[in-house]
C-alpha cells in the first residue's frame, strides 16, 4: 500500500512538473528548480537562447572567469567560497559579479544546506561560449 502511494505520489509530481516547485509526500520531495537547473546544465543552449547571448557577449573578464567555474564538470551548484577561491576574486567581488550575471540572466541562485549556491543558465552558457569564440577569433587577427 505504502509502494502505491509512493508511486501516486511520484507519478502526480512529474504529470505536474511545470505547474509546481516543491512537492512532498510519502517520503518523496522533489524540488522541481534543482530539477530544471541539473536538466538545463545538461543540454545545449536553443537556437532562441544563442541568438540573445550573441547580442549580450559584453562580459568583463571576471564575469568570464565565474561563468567558467559555474561550468565546472560534475557541478550543477557552486558556493561563493568555493567560486571566490577557484577564480581568486574577493568573496565581496564575486557575490557582486553573481548578482549582476543574475540580473542579465546569464546566473540564477537557490538555497543549499550551507547557504546560498549559484548556477550558470542555458543563456549564460551560451554568453560565455561566444564570448570564448570572440577572444579567440581576436587573437587568431592579432597573431595571423
Known amino acids: ?34 530539477v530544471h537547473t541539473m536538466l538545463e546544465n545538461q543540454t545545449e543552449p536553443t537556437i532562441e537562447q544563442k541568438e540573445e547571448a550573441k547580442a549580450q557577449i559584453e562580459l568583463t573578464h571576471d564575469e568570464n572567469c565565474i561563468l567558467i567555474c559555474l561550468q565546472k564538470s560534475g557541478y550543477t551548484w557552486r558556493y561563493i567560497n568555493t567560486i571566490a577561491s577557484e577564480t581568486g576574486i574577493s568573496k565581496a567581488e564575486t557575490t557582486d559579479y553573481l548578482h549582476s ?44
Open 101 to 144: 550575471l543574475m540580473n542579465k540572466g546569464f546566473a540564477k541562485n537557490g538555497k543549499g544546506s550551507k547557504g546560498e549556491i549559484w548556477a550558470i543558465t542555458a543563456v549564460g552558457k551560451s554568453v560565455q561560449e561566444q564570448h570564448q569564440l570572440n577572444t579567440h577569433h581576436m587573437k587568431i587577427k592579432r597573431n595571423g
Open 1 to 34: 500500500m505504502g509502494l502505491a502511494i509512493l508511486a501516486g505520489s511520484i507519478g502526480l509530481a512529474f504529470s505536474n512538473i511545470d505547474k509546481i516547485s516543491k512537492f512532498k509526500g510519502a517520503g518523496f520531495e522533489a524540488e522541481m528548480n534543482m
